[in-house]
């Protein structure tokens, strides 16, 4: 699974969490969501600078 899914799994139960009356689950996931989306965009951008240079391409 990516880092991407596992942040949307957080997303879903900080949802569900606060839904429920749960406030101190929901913040945490919700904490827990953003740190994983946050690193996955950092990748997602460095892959893209690198495709964009050719750095690690296969030729």
Do not use: Q
């Not at 899914?5 to 689950?25: K, M, Q």
């Not at 740190?35 to 050719?54: D, P, R, T």
């Amino acid at each position: 699974m990516s880092l991407l899914w596992w942040a949307i799994i957080a997303l879903v139960i900080s949802l569900v969490a606060g839904a429920l009356g749960f406030t101190g689950i929901a913040r945490g996931s919700a904490t827990v969501a953003r740190v994983l989306f946050g690193i996955f965009l950092i990748l997602a951008i460095i892959l893209f600078i690198m495709v964009v240079l050719g750095i690690g391409a296969i030729t």
